[in-house]
């Protein structure tokens, strides 16, 4: 080909010269005068003077592999410029190790591509989330088609920012071995917004069950979709009953008509609420006056989705209105009378609220002087349980040698129910303390509070021998001085139920538990029956003889208040004989 002459005739000549092999690629004309890429290979031979005389070689018609080359090359490049366009996160991976990154990689992690491609595919992966993203990375470049290809998780940014993203990913074949490619999209701001809307959903749900007014939705067609409690109380209706009917079905026919006529303006769009009195027929057969106020929820096309009704019983607002009309009309000269009953009824008033005011005052003083005869009972129960023990320690020293073994035993069993008194005392101030306690949130070393309380465990045995095992970098937000308190009655009892264990061993850990963290604690000890487990958190409730395992049982109950002041739930697994786990939760 007239562009490829030059350079072969060079190469060639520099081969001739030497007397040496020579490589060359260019394009050959046919006699169809087409051309074809030929890959030629030889050597040129020499005399004996060193000057070369002939040559051989061997020509190859590469045209194929030159043309896929091309094909390739123009590949590479479309895929180049699609995915640094695109507003996604695009890697691929092989061998765990970042082979591509394009900048929107960058942009979301915050490392440079020089560091992408010097890390492992999951080396910004948040920790909670490794596991399943490592799992699910290794399985798709080994070709694993049936691994899911879509999920979220969270990463860790350079600046140590947690995000959340959305990755899609697929397994391919790259330079003729398996690999997987993946695209992903940071979504930390849909998270927080959905976050948002679950807890606008809760205080929605909250509202709406617990209302004293009646809250129902409704449909187009006059169904009820949905009802709390308070609607129930004023129709008689349990809401199975009323799905099977309409809301025109159990209203008083004399209203029918003014309620039906509001409705199909709300309909037609001609107002968006209304409010109006009217009769509902009670399962009963009564008839109850209500309060309705109805308004609609629409969608983003505007129309119409649901009607939500708020239903309030007036009914003796509508016979005292009823009532009185007919007094005004029947006691129209007796104006003044009925303005001194009104002065009366202000000073009653008045009065009924100076007594709730001496009442609430009452009420915190007889709360103080309840918490002072705690404390007073407390130290008046103490004293007669520590002279009784005081005493009989004095008969055990003094007279031991003069008492036969019944008697050292009866004194011994007064000494340890003395002290068996004593510690149930103190748990149920315990109780009462924890009751009235308000709790100071902040972020929490998880693991160092549990290493923590393990040390003083064992330094209070220091011959038992456990395998503690404590999840690194655990973190909680929660108040400092209730954790303590739950992590000394969770651990103590798995280190009291575990004595008789020849290996015992403990793990303190961390889950995902349905999108939520649950920690856990547990051992292989005693355990308990199922059976029993609505016992486990009730105070003074024991699953195990006292001879067999000393304590209260009141540290399970003082677990379960922590949880609940913390707005979170607690709940344990076991296998008796086989060990026990506590998981729990905060809000």
């Not at 050597?43 to 896929?68: P, Y």
């Not at 006691?331 to 008033?349: F, N």
């Not at 308000?438 to 509070?449: A, H, M, T, V």
């Amino acid at each position: 080909h007239p562009k490829d002459y030059d350079s072969v005739v060079k190469e060639l000549g520099i081969s001739e010269k030497k007397c040496s092999n020579y490589h060359v690629f260019y394009r050959f004309r046919k006699n169809n005068d087409s051309y074809v890429y030929i890959e030629d290979n030889g050597i040129f031979l020499s005399d004996d003077n060193g000057k070369a005389v002939s040559m051989i070689g061997i020509m190859k018609d590469v045209s194929e592999r030159k043309i896929a080359e091309k094909n390739l090359q123009e590949s590479e490049q479309k895929f180049r410029v699609l995915t640094e366009t695109l507003r996604a996160g695009v890697i691929l991976y092989q061998n765990n190790k970042l082979m591509y990154v394009n900048k929107e990689v960058e942009n979301i992690t915050g490392y440079s591509q020089k560091e992408l491609l010097e890390m492992n595919f999951w080396g910004f992966t948040h920790p909670d989330y490794l596991d399943i993203v490592m799992g699910r990375g290794k399985k798709r470049q080994a070709g694993d088609t049936k691994v899911i290809t879509k999920y979220e998780f969270k990463i860790v940014t350079k600046e140590g920012a947690e995000k959340w993203i959305f990755i899609s990913g697929n397994a391919i074949r790259f330079n003729d071995a398996p690999a997987a490619i993946s695209s992903f999209i940071d979504i930390t701001q849909r998270k927080k917004i959905e976050n948002e809307l679950r807890n606008s959903e809760k205080r929605f749900r909250s509202y709406f069950e617990n209302s004293m007014i009646g809250m129902a939705i409704t449909s187009l067609s006059k169904g009820w979709v949905e009802i709390n409690d308070t609607v129930s109380v004023i129709l008689g209706y349990s809401f199975e009953e009323l799905k099977k009917m309409s809301w025109a079905d159990i209203t008083h026919p004399d209203d029918l008509k003014v309620d039906e006529d509001k409705f199909e303006l709300l309909l037609a769009d001609e107002i968006n609420s209304y409010s109006l009195e009217k009769r509902f027929i009670r399962k009963s057969g009564e008839s109850v006056w209500t309060q309705i106020n109805i308004s609609c929820v629409r969608k983003e096309d505007d129309s119409i989705d649901y009607i939500i009704a708020l239903i309030e019983d007036i009914s003796e607002l509508v016979e005292y209105r009823n009532n009185l009309e007919k007094m005004v009309a029947d006691r129209t000269k007796e104006v003044e009378k009925i303005q001194k009953s009104l002065v009366y009824l202000m000073e009653d008033v008045n009065e009924t609220n100076s007594n709730l005011n001496r009442a609430n005052i009452n009420i915190e003083a007889s709360n103080k002087e309840l918490e002072a005869f705690s404390y007073s009972v407390s130290h008046d129960l103490r004293a007669p349980l520590t002279r009784m023990d005081g005493f009989s320690k004095v008969l055990l020293d003094m007279y031991k040698d003069k008492l036969d073994e019944q008697a050292v035993h009866y004194l011994n069993r007064i000494r340890s129910s003395s002290e068996n008194m004593s510690n149930l005392i103190s748990a149920m101030l315990s109780l009462s303390r924890l009751t009235r306690s308000k709790i100071s949130r902040k972020q929490l070393d998880f693991s160092s509070l549990c290493n923590q309380v393990k040390e003083n465990l064992e330094a209070a045995e220091p011959n038992r021998k456990l395998d503690f095992q404590v999840e690194e970098n655990l973190k909680i937000y929660a108040d400092e001085k209730f954790v303590r308190i739950l992590l000394e009655n969770l651990l103590g009892n798995a280190f009291k139920f575990t004595k008789k264990q020849q290996n015992p061993v403990i793990m303190i850990g961390k889950k995902i538990i349905k999108e939520k963290e649950v920690f856990f604690i547990q051992d292989n000890g005693d355990g308990f029956d199922m059976k029993y487990y609505h016992k486990i958190f009730t105070a003074f409730q024991r699953l195990h003889a006292e001879k067999e395992f000393e304590g209260t049982g009141i540290g399970l109950a003082i677990v379960q208040r922590i949880i609940n002041k913390h707005g979170g739930e607690i709940w344990a697994e076991s296998v008796q004989g086989k060990g026990a786990t506590f998981y729990f939760s905060l809000a």
